[in-house]
């Protein structure tokens, strides 16, 4: 014993000796990786080592003798101090050094998110989360495997702003697709939480389009709530998948969501009495997927988009006939629903409650909101430009790259014509192995 | 027949002349070019063959006559008119060229004829002949050449301008012709014009697409020169600034002034318009890499699915990739 805790401290000599520079850092970073046994074996007694050694300077050190001490299974009373613990570290860490061991990185962190859901506290974890997770990307496009912990954590501390922050970025790489389902799952919870229906419905939709060779929970779940948010945000519903969605998607989703397509079909026929038997069927299904707040949103975008369609026909109408068309008990629940309208900006009107008409006006800035390209934004309009350039460059490089890929060549080749007398050249074929 | 003219006139040439004497150029050798004849071995007894097949490869000398004013020691050549060139008289054509005189008279009333014209690549003792024939309508005639052979490296322009004086060689007083340094004059009106006839494109000069791609690099590219330009300037008054460069006034205010004279335009309108079409333009590459994008997307995911999705493509047939 005595002699592996001896040989302990010498390696934690050598972490301060070695923390310099980068090839130092390279160094240490092997060495480390060597004595990972010896971690595992003495993870008990490695706490007191931490205060030896400075989170800063010693991030790649601090880091594996942390792992490893952590490991242990931790009790409750432990639990807070260390959590305290890992978020002093996050915070403190150098971004360098910790990019050199990310798994290591990555499995601390998903165990103080563990912790913290253990104390039952998620608020405490939400901003080391943000900060671990802006210091392990390699670029604002890198999905790590943080992510998806990060905004759970957002979800549960019921802190949405925060993880509409994330949401912002674009992605470009992804590290595990796990990761990729789980954030767009959350992600688009989120937006659903703070009405942002527009980007839950792009989320979601990322999540059923993805590729995926087998069908997983994730996407089945995000599928019913896809239904729904559509419902709500576009009003319609279309059963055809984009052709880039993966066939198995595309073949099984349908089996596992049939409730919410019979509610959209409802929701096509325009009733509100039949969308509302509907509700009531399958309301235990709807309230086993903790889906029965969006449903309930759905029945209320029903009224609403009637009361839209109605503006376009009439230019001035009674409240007790909107009452009527709409099929609402009254004339006070019709006025109700067009003053919430008039407040969301859904619709410009004028109630004149002294005979309880509706007077329908135009909207005054109807082109105003959807300008990018007017005299005096030429710097907007330059920027658009530039991302979309960038944007071009990048798809380019992975067109070339996937045409270069040995996969599709092989593919590609079996489905040309056999004899084909104007190039007997080098198409590869699957009798020829590359 | 080198060495610069020591007679102080300056010369002023304006470009309607140069493509007044390239065009008869251009006209006489197309016009000129013989059927293309199939080579046989040349025999001894084709004399008479040797001697009717002019040889295509020597480029054909126009002449003609400039005409213009002279101010003092200025001369300004402002036009020009061809005149035939008789071979065996190795003179020009006397008769023609007083009626066309006679002519421009009517309408210039200011041009005198200054001198004349021809094309080669040097002026040869010949010209000499002409010039004198040329010495009793004015004094001291000048001698345009213009060299027709293109040539990629040169940068100057292909025209000298030779004068005539009096040397002394070998005791004998002789004529000869000296070179004369001249500058480019022209008058917007002419710009314009001669800007439009040199950049005629051929009428089957492609699509829309290749002249759209035309203009666009003439643009760019005066652009380009306008830039590095502007910068050499930048340059030069940086190092006057920090005293590398002794500071010259008459060049700070050529400076000055060419700064002054942009922007050209200033008012609410045409602010408004310029943002107006630049913002139109904008807007129409925006779009075009648009389209650009989804199409690259489109052929992406159908290589995806070509390469990734099994079971997609299986038995039949699909179209052609």
């Given at each position: 014993?005595?002699?592996?805790?001896?040989?302990v401290?010498?390696?934690?000599?050598?972490?301060?000796?070695?923390?310099?520079?980068?090839?130092?850092?390279?160094?240490?970073?092997s060495?480390?990786?060597q004595?990972?046994?010896?971690?595992?074996?003495?993870?008990?007694?490695?706490?007191?080592?931490?205060?030896?050694?400075?989170?800063?300077?010693?991030?790649?050190?601090?880091?594996?003798?942390?792992?490893?001490?952590?490991?242990?299974?931790?009790s409750?009373?432990?639990?807070?101090?260390?959590?305290?613990?890992?978020?002093?570290?996050?915070n403190?860490?150098?971004?360098?050094?910790?990019?050199?061991?990310?798994?290591?990185?990555?499995?601390?962190?998903?165990?103080?998110?563990?912790?913290?859901?253990?104390?039952?506290?998620?608020?405490?974890?939400?901003?080391?989360?943000?900060?671990?997770?802006?210091?392990?990307?390699?670029?604002?496009?890198?999905?790590?495997?943080?992510?998806?912990?990060?905004?759970?954590?957002c979800?549960?501390?019921?802190?949405?702003?925060?993880?509409?922050?994330?949401?912002?970025?674009?992605?470009?790489?992804?590290?595990?697709?796990?990761?990729?389902?789980?954030?767009?799952?959350?992600?688009?919870?989120?937006?659903?939480?703070?009405?942002?229906?527009?980007?839950?419905?792009?989320?979601?939709?990322?999540?059923?389009?993805?590729?995926?060779?087998?069908?997983?929970?994730?996407?089945?779940?995000?599928?019913?709530?896809?239904i729904?948010?559509?419902?709500?945000?576009?009003?319609?519903?279309?059963?055809?998948?984009?052709k880039?969605?993966?066939?198995?998607?595309?073949?099984?989703?349908k089996?596992?969501?049939?409730?919410?397509?019979?509610?959209?079909?409802?929701?096509?026929?325009?009733?509100?009495?039949?969308?509302?038997?509907?509700?009531?069927?399958?309301?235990?299904?709807?309230?086993?997927?903790?889906?029965?707040?969006?449903?309930?949103?759905?029945?209320?975008?029903?009224?609403?988009?009637?009361?839209?369609?109605?503006?376009?026909?009439?230019?001035?109408?009674?409240?007790q006939?909107?009452?009527?068309?709409?099929?609402?008990?009254?004339?006070?629940?019709?006025?109700?629903?067009?003053?919430?309208?008039?407040?969301?900006?859904?619709?410009?009107?004028?109630?004149?409650?002294?005979?309880?008409?509706?007077?329908?006006?135009?909207?005054?800035?109807?082109?105003?909101?959807?300008?990018?390209?007017?005299?005096?934004?030429?710097?907007?309009a330059?920027?658009?430009?530039?991302?979309?350039?960038?944007?071009?460059?990048?798809?380019?490089?992975?067109?070339?790259?996937?045409?270069?890929?040995?996969?599709?060549?092989?593919k590609?080749?079996?489905?040309?014509?056999r004899?084909?007398?104007?190039?007997?050249?080098?198409?590869?074929?699957?009798?020829?192995?590359? | 027949?080198?060495?610069?003219?020591?007679?102080?006139?300056?010369?002023?040439?304006?470009?309607?002349v140069?493509?007044?004497?390239?065009?008869?150029?251009?006209?006489?050798?197309?016009?000129?070019?013989?059927?293309?004849?199939?080579?046989?071995?040349?025999?001894?007894?084709?004399?008479?063959?040797?001697?009717?097949?002019?040889?295509?490869?020597?480029?054909?000398?126009?002449?003609?006559?400039?005409?213009?004013?002279?101010r003092?020691?200025?001369?300004?050549?402002?036009?020009?008119?061809e005149?035939?060139?008789?071979?065996?008289?190795?003179?020009?054509?006397?008769?023609?060229?007083?009626?066309k005189?006679e002519?421009?008279?009517?309408?210039?009333?200011?041009?005198?004829?200054?001198?004349w014209?021809?094309?080669?690549?040097?002026?040869?003792?010949s010209?000499?002949?002409?010039?004198?024939?040329?010495?009793?309508?004015?004094?001291?005639?000048?001698?345009?050449?213009?060299?027709?052979?293109?040539?990629?490296?040169?940068?100057?322009?292909?025209?000298?301008?030779f004068?005539?004086?009096?040397?002394?060689?070998?005791?004998?007083?002789?004529?000869i012709?000296?070179?004369?340094?001249?500058?480019?004059?022209?008058?917007?009106?002419?710009?314009?014009?001669?800007d439009?006839?040199?950049?005629?494109?051929?009428?089957?000069g492609?699509?829309?697409?290749?002249?759209?791609?035309?203009?666009?690099?003439?643009?760019?590219?005066?652009?380009?020169?306008?830039?590095?330009?502007?910068?050499?300037?930048?340059?030069?008054l940086?190092?006057?600034?920090?005293?590398?460069?002794?500071?010259?006034?008459?060049?700070l205010?050529?400076?000055?002034?060419?700064?002054?004279?942009?922007?050209?335009?200033?008012?609410?309108?045409?602010?408004?318009?310029?943002?107006?079409?630049?913002?139109?333009?904008?807007?129409?590459?925006?779009?075009?890499?648009?389209?650009?994008?989804?199409s690259?997307?489109?052929?992406?995911?159908?290589?995806?699915n070509?390469?990734?999705?099994?079971?997609?493509?299986?038995?039949?047939?699909?179209?052609?990739i």
């Amino acid at each position: 014993m005595n002699l592996n805790m001896n040989s302990v401290e010498t390696l934690v000599a050598q972490i301060h000796g070695l923390s310099g520079s980068i090839s130092d850092i390279n160094q240490l970073h092997s060495l480390l990786k060597q004595s990972e046994d010896l971690f595992q074996s003495e993870s008990t007694r490695l706490a007191p080592l931490l205060t030896e050694l400075d989170p800063f300077m010693h991030s790649l050190g601090y880091l594996y003798i942390l792992d490893a001490s952590t490991s242990a299974p931790i009790s409750k009373e432990q639990a807070s101090e260390l959590v305290l613990s890992i978020a002093r570290f996050i915070n403190l860490c150098a971004a360098e050094q910790i990019r050199l061991a990310p798994d290591k990185f990555t499995s601390v962190c998903k165990r103080f998110k563990d912790q913290v859901m253990l104390l039952e506290d998620p608020m405490r974890g939400v901003a080391p989360m943000l900060t671990a997770i802006r210091k392990l990307q390699l670029s604002s496009e890198h999905l790590t495997t943080l992510h998806p912990d990060f905004l759970l954590l957002c979800l549960l501390a019921k802190c949405y702003k925060t993880g509409l922050s994330i949401l912002e970025d674009d992605i470009f790489d992804v590290d595990q697709p796990r990761d990729f389902f789980l954030y767009c799952y959350y992600g688009a919870m989120i937006c659903i939480g703070q009405k942002k229906f527009s980007k839950a419905l792009e989320l979601l939709h990322n999540v059923v389009t993805a590729p995926m060779s087998i069908l997983n929970a994730i996407v089945v779940e995000a599928y019913k709530k896809y239904i729904l948010v559509s419902l709500i945000h576009v009003g319609q519903f279309s059963i055809s998948f984009p052709k880039y969605t993966s066939s198995v998607a595309q073949r099984n989703l349908k089996n596992f969501s049939q409730p919410y397509l019979e509610l959209a079909n409802s929701y096509g026929a325009g009733k509100i009495s039949e969308l509302e038997l509907c509700v009531q069927a399958h309301n235990e299904k709807f309230e086993f997927d903790r889906n029965l707040g969006l449903v309930k949103q759905v029945v209320l975008c029903m009224y609403k988009r009637n009361i839209q369609r109605l503006t376009q026909t009439y230019l001035t109408l009674s409240l007790q006939d909107i009452a009527n068309t709409v099929q609402l008990n009254s004339a006070k629940e019709a006025e109700m629903h067009v003053l919430q309208m008039i407040q969301d900006g859904e619709i410009y009107a004028t109630i004149n409650q002294k005979d309880g008409m509706v007077r329908f006006l135009e909207d005054p800035e109807q082109y105003w909101e959807k300008r990018i390209f007017c005299v005096d934004s030429t710097d907007v309009a330059l920027e658009f430009c530039f991302r979309i350039m960038m944007l071009s460059r990048k798809l380019t490089d992975m067109d070339e790259q996937l045409s270069c890929d040995p996969l599709y060549l092989a593919k590609a080749g079996k489905e040309r014509q056999r004899f084909d007398f104007d190039d007997f050249d080098s198409v590869p074929s699957s009798k020829f192995t590359i | 027949m080198a060495s610069s003219s020591s007679s102080g006139l300056t010369f002023k040439l304006h470009p309607l002349v140069i493509v007044n004497i390239s065009d008869h150029y251009t006209r006489i050798k197309s016009q000129s070019l013989p059927p293309s004849t199939t080579p046989h071995a040349p025999s001894a007894s084709n004399v008479a063959d040797a001697e009717s097949s002019s040889p295509p490869q020597q480029s054909p000398r126009v002449f003609g006559c400039v005409i213009g004013v002279q101010r003092g020691r200025t001369v300004e050549i402002f036009n020009s008119f061809e005149l035939l060139f008789d071979p065996l008289t190795h003179s020009l054509d006397r008769a023609f060229l007083e009626k066309k005189q006679e002519l421009y008279k009517k309408v210039f009333p200011n041009f005198y004829i200054l001198g004349w014209y021809s094309t080669g690549s040097d002026a040869q003792e010949s010209d000499m002949l002409i010039h004198r024939a040329l010495m009793d309508i004015n004094e001291s005639p000048v001698f345009v050449l213009l060299n027709p052979s293109i040539n990629p490296a040169q940068k100057d322009l292909p025209v000298t301008i030779f004068e005539s004086e009096l040397h002394v060689i070998d005791g004998i007083p002789q004529l000869i012709f000296v070179r004369s340094g001249y500058t480019i004059e022209t008058v917007e009106a002419e710009r314009i014009s001669i800007d439009h006839v040199a950049h005629l494109k051929p009428s089957d000069g492609g699509s829309a697409a290749t002249q759209l791609a035309a203009h666009l690099t003439g643009i760019h590219s005066a652009i380009k020169m306008l830039n590095s330009r502007i910068r050499g300037l930048n340059h030069y008054l940086l190092a006057m600034q920090k005293g590398d460069v002794p500071v010259e006034n008459s060049l700070l205010r050529q400076v000055s002034s060419l700064l002054r004279r942009l922007p050209a335009i200033e008012s609410e309108k045409f602010q408004d318009d310029f943002l107006m079409e630049y913002n139109d333009t904008l807007l129409i590459s925006y779009l075009a890499m648009f389209t650009n994008c989804s199409s690259t997307m489109n052929e992406l995911v159908d290589k995806f699915n070509t390469a990734y999705d099994r079971q997609s493509r299986r038995g039949g047939r699909s179209a052609f990739i």
